[in-house]
């Protein structure tokens, strides 16, 4: 019994440390920028029009669509829809009112980028990309790096009254989280491929590439390089099996993380470069949630540290001690 | 005062005579690992396919010349060979190479170490906060339905290897077996019954896969539904011609199914060749046919 005590309390604790140990908010919030950058670029302006009244000719609803019964609209307001994504996604980008351009990022987002999965085919580049919409929605991402954090600073000096930056776990979680979805999502990728049909045994990395070559893909010449030898696309193929599957050991091992993370993001431009599957990077913007930009500015060299004035909050805080 | 802040910040050093050693020990190893590629490619690409050259003509050493046993093959089939076998292994040891350093490199932690030791200066710098706000019990239960449902949502998606949208169970790639490559195809019908071909863009936003299965399914339709699906793929080729002057009008749209029968794992290519030839079957998967009656065949 206080066996089973111990580990739940220390279970407990290190879930405490791991998802809410106090950090500034400066991290979060230039992430979210960041990623809403990305998402911007990515997602951003898409013509909507085309899907409108489609479900006449096949519709197979998936998730909320078939829950809610949402179908697609006519194509003035599907595409007034699309603009009002876009719209909300620069907001929570700039940190302009953000609770409710991220509630919006994520609900709009749903529908508009949801909406071609029920045609049969569901396009994966969106659904990482919305699970952190989500998590972002919920946060207090807009405290730092945002427009609405320079208004309350402004309108504190206004009236006379201080403003301080507080350290808080509301500003870790977040973050953990993402991690979490994020290999959670490789590793379902991974355990798809390994209890699939083949991949391991008949060297499944090469007939992917061939397959793209076959379809039309103007391959370019390292594809073809690549193709040359059975001994490249076999050993890839089992990194990329072990890569994949191994995901989750980046939340507990900080040089797994590294490793595991520069390795995830190798594959998919290599995916990108090689084949032309998701070149554009949709998952991108989820990359950003582990680099840590506040120390990175640690880490810089000094002359470059002193002009982003990272020296000076250093400076401060030692001489504080 | 830099000096100091690096001091305080970064930590004292104890001995850096042991460090100096190893930190030239590992200067030397990688400007030599660098020459090496260097050299080998020199040797691999420019030195020996002279060196072959003479040794086909004879003019080598006799001894050497005895290497190029079957002249009846030209001099470039030898060199092309010999290009193909030595870039290989040029790169299987040029990785191996790096590999091996890097391990080195990282068994030893020292840029590891490093940049670690850093960033947890950095992060307890940040961990002497002037205010500290702590989380409501409320906050901490939000952010923990949160994780708990990104945890359940993802877990479930896989266990049932199901979409639930935005959760998946992400099926890319998982099922391959040797078997025949296959694409799909449209092709356009001109009123006359001619074939012209047609982009999968003319029947935007369905993209490839959707114009497969759709396809694939339009026969299993009622007639009816058949009726309103061909009028639907009518409208959105209008849509795409009315963007796109250069598209003809159609009478009706075939779909075929190209298959290569390639031994798939041992076919090798090269940068100068297209991957696809003509396909060696092409099996018509359904026809549709515009306005003013529309009907399908198979």
């Known amino acids: 019994m206080t066996l089973i005590s111990g580990l739940f309390r220390g279970t407990a604790s290190r879930l405490d440390r791991f998802l809410f140990a106090p950090v500034l908010p400066g991290r979060l919030g230039i992430v979210r920028a960041a990623f809403y950058a990305h998402a911007l670029w990515t997602f951003g302006g898409r013509d909507l029009s085309g899907w409108a009244a489609m479900d006449a000719v096949v519709w197979e609803p998936i998730g909320l669509f078939a829950l809610l019964d949402l179908r697609p609209i006519d194509a003035a307001t599907m595409n007034v829809l699309s603009g009002l994504f876009t719209a909300s996604m620069l907001l929570a980008c700039l940190g302009l009112w953000t609770r409710a351009s991220t509630i919006a990022s994520f609900v709009l987002g749903y529908y508009c980028l949801g909406m071609g999965g029920n045609f049969l085919k569901v396009a994966h580049g969106s659904q990482l990309p919305l699970i952190v919409m989500a998590i972002l929605m919920c946060s207090r991402c807009g405290d730092a790096f945002s427009l609405d954090a320079l208004w309350r600073r402004w309108h504190a000096r206004r009236q006379g009254r201080g403003f301080s930056v507080h350290v808080s776990g509301e500003y870790q979680w977040p973050i953990r989280v993402v991690w979490v979805a994020f290999a959670l999502a490789f590793m379902a990728c991974g355990l798809f491929k390994l209890f699939g049909n083949g991949w391991l045994h008949n060297d499944g990395l090469r007939y992917v590439w061939l397959m793209h070559g076959y379809r039309g893909f103007d391959m370019p010449s390292m594809t073809s390089w690549l193709l040359h030898s059975t001994m490249i696309s076999s050993v890839l193929a089992k990194l990329t099996l072990v890569i994949e599957i191994g995901a989750p050991a980046l939340l507990f091992s900080r040089r797994a993380r590294w490793f595991l993370v520069a390795s995830l993001f190798l594959m998919q431009v290599g995916n990108g470069v090689l084949i032309g599957v998701h070149a554009d990077l949709p998952w991108g913007g989820c990359y950003l949630f582990f680099v840590d930009f506040a120390a990175m500015a640690y880490i810089v060299p000094t002359p470059l540290r002193e002009a982003v004035g990272a020296g000076r909050i250093l400076a401060r805080r030692t001489s504080a001690a | ?298």
């Open chain 2, 1 to 298: 005062m830099e000096s100091e802040l690096h001091h305080s910040v970064f930590g004292a050093e104890t001995d850096p005579t042991p460090r100096r050693n190893r930190a030239t020990l590992s200067r030397w190893l990688f400007i030599g690992l660098l020459m090496a590629i260097v050299a080998s490619w020199i040797g691999v690409e420019w030195i020996a396919p002279r060196v072959i050259e003479r040794l086909y003509r004879q003019e080598g050493p006799t001894a050497l010349n005895k290497l190029i046993k079957n002249r009846r093959n030209s001099l470039e089939s030898h060199l092309v060979h010999w290009r193909t076998e030595s870039r290989r292994a040029w790169f299987s040891c040029a990785a191996t190479g790096i590999l091996l350093w890097m391990s080195y490199l990282f068994l030893r932690g020292r840029f590891v170490r490093r940049c670690l030791a850093r960033l947890d200066e950095a992060r307890d710098s940040f961990r002497h906060p002037l205010n500290e706000r702590s989380m409501t019990t409320g906050r901490k239960a939000c952010a923990l339905v949160v994780l708990t449902s990104v945890v359940f949502g993802s877990l479930s998606a896989l266990v049932l290897q199901q979409e639930l949208y935005p959760f998946s169970h992400f099926p890319l790639y998982g099922n391959i077996r040797p078997r025949p490559i296959v694409s799909t195809e449209l092709r356009g019908l001109t009123p006359e019954g001619d074939e012209v071909p047609l982009s999968m863009s003319a029947l935007r936003p369905l993209g490839k896969q959707h114009v497969g299965r759709l396809f694939r399914r339009l026969a299993q339709e009622s007639r009816q539904d058949q009726q309103e699906i061909v009028a639907k793929l009518q409208a959105l080729y209008e849509d795409s011609r009315r963007e796109n002057l250069e598209l003809s009008p159609l009478g009706g749209i075939r779909c075929y199914r190209l298959v290569w029968e390639v031994d798939w794992q041992s076919v090798t290519t090269s940068s100068e060749q297209q991957v696809a030839g003509p396909p060696d079957r092409r099996e018509l998967i359904s026809e549709v046919t515009f306005l003013p009656s529309p009907r399908i065949m198979k």
